[in-house]
């Protein structure tokens, strides 16, 4: 016999009320990731050198550009879900634990936007 | 209330440290040094948008002693994250979840993430 009511089961959102979106967002991304970091790791081991001129010409170019965003955007949104737990898991007090996920949220999409940003300078007006 | 005379139950320093303990650690502090790691990929990318004259001291940056130390830091946090992630989705079918090949399979990520950094290395000098 179960206690639930039978919205609670349909819904599915458990006690956290955001069911299993978290865990999966964590998955679908950290797979995404290991092709994508395989990809990169590949290429900075791989690259000529890193001075100015070879580091604009390896991000400016089309695929890499294309890869980079999928990696900056991935790697945003899978940084975001675990730093968040870590917070979750370690800061105890009310005030201090809203405040740090709110910089944390803020600060990942500061980050975001500043390599989306970098990488379409680079691949559309460099 | 005195409750000095309980005993408490075990905790982290009592036990002696099995591998698998080792591994769960470190999948969470190799996230926290890839958070960082994001924030380096982010300043190689934004500085390389902003000229010559602020990428050349995010170089003189990364050319250093504390520089060189952090890129083989993340190089290997990289790898050890990536190895212990595909561990976790094999967890995750439900496979593996036995002591002694959780056990086998946290000696396999260790192993493959020293590798795959010094391959990585070795490939990039």
Known sequence: MSLRSPLGRVLGLGTAKDGTSHWWGQRVSGIALAVLGLWFAWCLATMSGFSYAEAVAFISRPVNALLLLLLSVTMAYHSYLGVQVVIEDYVHSHGLKTASLLLSRYAHIVLAAAAVFAILKLGIGA | ?125
Not at chain 2, 10 to 37: D, E, K
Not at chain 2, 73 to 97: C, E, K, M, P, Q
Request: net charge neutral; aromatic share 14%; with cysteine.
């Open chain 2, 1 to 125: 209330m005195n409750n000095h005379e309980r005993p408490l139950s075990p905790h982290l320093s009592i036990y002696r440290w099995p591998v698998t303990m080792a591994t769960s650690i470190l999948h969470r502090a190799t996230g926290v040094g890839m958070a960082v790691g994001f924030i380096v990929l982010v300043g190689w990318l934004f500085d390389a948008a902003s000229g010559p004259d602020v990428y050349a001291k995010f170089l003189a940056v990364m050319d250093s002693t504390i520089g060189c130390v952090l890129l083989v830091g993340l190089s290997y946090a990289f790898f050890f994250h990536l190895a212990n992630g595909i561990r976790h989705l094999v967890w995750d079918t439900g496979r593996g979840l036995e002591k002694e090949q959780a056990t086998a399979s946290a000696w396999y990520v260790i192993v493959a993430s020293i590798v795959l950094t010094a391959a990585f290395w070795w490939v990039a000098s």
